[in-house]
């Protein structure tokens, strides 16, 4: 079992930053590929970007390419999203969610999940 904790957000003028974490609890976080989805109101909840277990790869949805970087620290059992040049567009609540088996950008390969965090861009 792990439970997930999202931290970081809040309300940021367009082209500014935030930094996203995830804290998870138990041993186990290193086990588990991670990722960050996002949901905007009246939208399904989208893919934002991955990063898996053991070499810490990485997947971006091509919309924050360049822009976001994901990132983990096993050792604080913490995962990161550090945001920059945010858009309104990336205006939504930013789940983590963990993943014993896959390192994928579908919501069904993820086992647990935060609660969330809400980013308001203002433009």
């Known amino acids: 079992q792990v439970q997930l904790v999202e931290s970081g957000g809040g309300l940021v003028q367009a082209g500014g930053s935030l930094r996203l974490s995830c804290a998870a609890s138990?041993?186990?976080?290193?086990?588990?590929?991670m990722g960050w989805f996002r949901q905007a109101p009246g939208k399904e909840r989208e893919f934002v970007a991955a990063?898996?277990?053991?070499?810490?790869?990485?997947s971006y949805t091509e919309s924050v390419k360049g822009r976001f970087t994901i990132s983990r620290d096993n050792a604080k059992n913490t995962m990161y999203l550090q945001m920059n040049s945010l858009k309104p567009e990336d205006t939504a609540v930013y789940y983590c969610?963990?993943?014993?088996?896959?390192?994928?950008?579908?919501?069904?390969?993820?086992?647990?999940w935060g609660q969330g965090t809400q980013v308001t861009v203002s433009s």
């Open positions: 969610a963990a993943s014993a088996h896959y390192f994928s950008q579908l919501r069904r390969h993820y086992d647990y």
């Open positions: 990063i898996n277990r053991g070499d810490s790869s990485t």
């Open positions: 138990g041993r186990t976080f290193s086990t588990y590929a």
